[in-house]
């Protein structure tokens, strides 16, 4: 087999070229980074659990009509995506406050947000991903106002349709990051992933503010039994998606 040529490594993928432009391999690693890559670490089967759970929302998604980049799941660990130019946002929907928005407004973890907050952040490392306003993003040039209510507009029903799915599994989508990207055709897709690494999930069947945490913050946080929370994120999608 011919080596395969590594496009972009990232902390969570890696992305490599396929026999066709229009297509790139994702393939999703077993490391975990948090707080800008200060904390690294590795959480076992990371990758094949999160392979499985983005795979399981894209399809959901796509049948909901939410125009999407992946293609199709072709091993335990990857797939094909369509190849897109990233806008450089991290979209970062909030249903509860938790996280950076508790540490930098004071309002207290877990108060409900309605309307939901739809927030951007400059996708930067070096910078930190400062969060962004509207008029900096256009002072920015980095995306085009047609962009950003599009990119709104597929936020918010993605949003409804992952509260939705979610709530089957008795999961609280507490929130979320998502990243868009344009491909050859022009179109604005939802790329990257959705897994227990961009969200915040937490377990409805348990009280105790720590003990239903279901994703990164086991880690963040050094919770412990990180990997047995993905498994039971990834077990409960599964159980809706093919409920025999
Ligand atoms: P935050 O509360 O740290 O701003 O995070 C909000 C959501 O975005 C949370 O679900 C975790 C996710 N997220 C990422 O996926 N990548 C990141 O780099 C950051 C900072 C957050």
């Known amino acids: 087999m011919t080596e395969r040529q590594k496009l972009y490594e990232g902390k969570a993928k890696i992305l490599y070229a396929s026999d066709d432009p229009a297509v790139l391999v994702s393939y999703f690693k077993d490391d975990a980074t948090a707080f800008n890559a200060q904390k690294r670490g590795q959480i076992l089967d990371k990758g094949r659990m999160n392979c499985a759970i983005a795979t ?26 369509q190849t897109v130019t990233i806008v450089p946002l991290e979209v970062v929907v909030r249903n509860f406050a938790a996280g950076s928005l508790c540490q930098q407004t004071g309002i207290p973890l877990g108060t409900e947000l309605a309307p939901p907050l739809v927030e951007f952040y400059f996708k930067n490392d070096d910078l930190g991903d400062p969060l962004l306003t509207r008029d900096r993003i256009r002072a920015m040039d980095l995306a085009s106002d047609n962009q950003v209510d599009a990119i709104i507009c597929l936020t918010e029903a993605i949003n409804g349709h992952l509260q939705d799915f979610f709530q089957r599994c008795q999961i609280t989508l507490v929130d979320f990051k998502l990243e868009f990207g344009v491909n050859g055709q022009g179109e604005l897709l939802l790329a990257d992933e959705i897994s227990p690494d961009t969200c915040r999930l937490w377990d409805q069947t348990k009280t105790d503010p720590k003990e239903r945490i279901l994703d990164k913050d086991r880690f963040r946080q050094d919770l412990g039994q990180v990997a047995d929370a993905y498994q039971e994120v990834l077990q409960r999608v599964l159980a809706q998606v093919s409920p025999n």
């Open 56 to 81: 399981h929302l894209f399809q959901i998604l796509a049948a909901q009509g939410i125009p999407t980049h992946w293609i199709e799941t072709t091993s335990d660990r990857e797939m094909r995506v």
